[in-house]
């Protein structure tokens, strides 16, 4: 064998042949020319290190941001309990402070994120934040406008509440959330050292019954204007927007309906009213609680999806009527009050009349 035969080189398969001139190679060129078994074998390992780094890295960037996207999409619709220790002056003042509070402490505003940002690409949570929050700003400006001064304008710190609640697509929402925040807590203050006013009574009652149906009957035609158009699989955004924004309204409603009871417990002083409130707040909680894992706008059939928005629409229409029902019978009730009062105080004067004429 000779001495290029032995080079631990593999031979060329292509291109011009080369040939070794010599007969003898020192032994000291040829310890020098082959390559050392460590080294070999580290370089093998650091290839496959840094190989097995890039495809994590690739990994990370094709798994993660869509795993981050997933994990923003955070909804509490928990029900709002406040504190029995310290009683609010307006229950339902508590309640959307309590509301504020939750989307500020914890996903955070989802239109005020950067392009970046994993929410800036959800659907669901921007519609059901800015549907919360033009609700309470519908319902403050409400009651502002029942809450007069004592020069009989609406109640200041409301009408700044309910302005800064309504969202603006080119503001940023969180400081004005804040703003509207503090605006609704000087409200607190200034009611609980009977400074300011609220509004009472079954006029009052039944006026933000009135308004919690609109919002269901208004829902409602916009989850039917969708139904049966399959634009996207299982829903389009705008499904997801409809449902998520009808889903907001409901758990408003449901908070604020409960807060405006328990306001006025004198209210249900009939077995028949009771039970009509709690077909309302059922009925409201069971719109608020349609929370699947993915919306879905399909075949009505049910076999492979389920059709959301048509649940949600029906789910608001038994919402709507049972708070209709509940305003009528509360007007009822107080006719009937009324009537027995007028015919107690006829009946007071008709004994008076009778004495008179017999002492006569």
Same mark, same amino acid.
């Given at each position: ?118 929410? $800036? /690409?959800?659907? *669901?949570?921007? #519609?059901? %934040?800015?549907?919360?929050? +033009?609700? =309470?700003? !519908? ?106 924004? $009808? /889903?907001?309204? *409901?758990?408003? #409603?449901? %908070?604020?309906?409960?807060? +405006?009871? =328990?306001? !006025? ?96």
């Amino acid at each position: 064998m000779s001495n290029v035969e032995k080079l631990p080189i593999p031979p060329h398969r292509e291109g011009p042949a080369v040939t070794l001139i010599g007969t003898d190679l020192p032994a000291q060129y040829l310890e020098e020319a082959e390559p050392s078994p460590l080294m070999h074998s580290a370089s093998l390992w650091w290839r496959r290190i840094v190989r097995t780094f890039q495809i994590l890295l690739v990994l990370v960037l094709v798994g993660f941001y869509p795993a981050m996207i997933v994990a923003s999409h955070s909804i509490n619709d928990d029900p709002v309990i406040l504190s029995a220790e310290t009683p609010w002056a307006s229950p339902e003042t508590g309640v959307m402070l309590s509301m504020i509070g939750r989307e500020l402490e914890g996903p955070g505003w989802a239109s005020d994120r950067a392009g970046w940002h994993p929410q $800036a /690409r959800l659907t *669901a949570l921007p #519609a059901w %934040q800015k549907s919360l929050s +033009s609700s =309470l700003s !519908e319902f403050t400006r409400m009651i502002a406008a029942k809450s007069l001064t004592s020069d009989f304008t609406a109640d200041p710190d409301l009408s700044a509440a309910a302005r800064l609640l309504a969202p603006e697509d080119d503001l940023a929402q969180t400081p004005r959330l804040a703003a509207a925040a503090e605006a609704l807590a000087r409200y607190e203050g200034r009611l609980e050292r009977d400074l300011a006013t609220a509004p009472k009574g079954t006029d009052a009652v039944v006026d933000e019954l009135a308004l919690f149906a609109n919002w269901a009957d208004t829902s409602r035609d916009r989850l039917e204007a969708r139904i049966g158009m399959r634009e996207g699989w299982p829903a389009s955004k705008e499904d997801i927007r409809i449902f998520f924004e $009808a /889903r907001a309204r *409901a758990h408003v #409603a449901s %908070q604020l309906i409960t807060a +405006s009871l =328990l306001a !006025e417990p004198e209210i249900a002083v009939s077995e028949a009213v009771e039970t009509r409130m709690d077909r309302l707040e059922a009925a409201w909680r069971r719109a608020a609680e349609l929370n699947p894992i993915f919306v879905s706008s399909q075949a009505g059939d049910a076999r492979l999806m389920a059709d959301h928005l048509a649940m949600m629409a029906f789910y608001l229409g038994q919402a709507s009527e049972a708070t209709k029902d509940l305003g009528a019978a509360l007007l009822q009730e107080r006719a009937a009050r009324e009537a027995a009062a007028i015919a107690a105080e006829d009946a007071s004067e008709g004994e008076g009349s009778g004495d008179e004429a017999t002492e006569g």
